[in-house]
């Protein structure tokens, strides 16, 4: 997979450490870039910066935030204005995109079958809402209500004050709650409030 020089021990030791993370850098990706093959482009540069700053990582702390800030920066530097934002294709691709982005391993979904059930039919809404969200908003609210990074996490992923991730996470989850007002009809609405409150996120 990866072909840069190095130790097998260390090769070895990168593979087996972002493995478990790989499906999580691609719903992030998929979430920021909005198309596939973007996605899994963002995800192989990230993957690859990774590896080659290895060497860099400090052993024993949190490997996961690590990664993704190297995919946030990744995404800022080189895909944020280049980018195009496309629509998913046709419904059968959406379809494929949503089955793996809430797959067990996306998602770290709770064993609890009640908030799996919950997570599947908000699906479409949610990725919609989210989709629509201005960047900002919408890196801060992948990484707090997808990805469950804490605000301390996520202001060192994202390199900004801690105070300015709650205020972005407001304002995100706030259009959110707008958004999916607006797409059902009244009594019908998605209590987003819940649905954190499930995920334990906040």
Known sequence: MLGLTRSNAARAEFEGLVAPWLDSLYAAALRLTRNE??????????????????????????????????????????????????????????????????????????????DHLLDRVMTGDVLAAIDALPIDFRMVVILADLQEFSYKEIAEILDVPVGTVMSRLFRGRRQLQKALRDEKEEGDAIDLNAYRSRKKLG
Request: no cysteine; charged share 35%.
């Open 37 to 114: 093959r973007d996605a899994e482009d963002l995800v192989q540069d990230a993957v690859m910066r990774a590896y080659r700053f290895f060497d860099k990582f400090e052993r024993g702390t949190n490997f996961r935030a690590w990664l993704f800030k190297i995919l946030t920066n990744t995404f800022i530097n080189k895909y944020r204005r280049s980018v195009k934002e496309r629509s998913l294709g046709d419904e059968s691709e959406r379809q494929s995109v949503e089955a793996r982005f809430f797959s067990a391993d996306a998602t770290d979904l709770a064993n609890n079958p009640e």
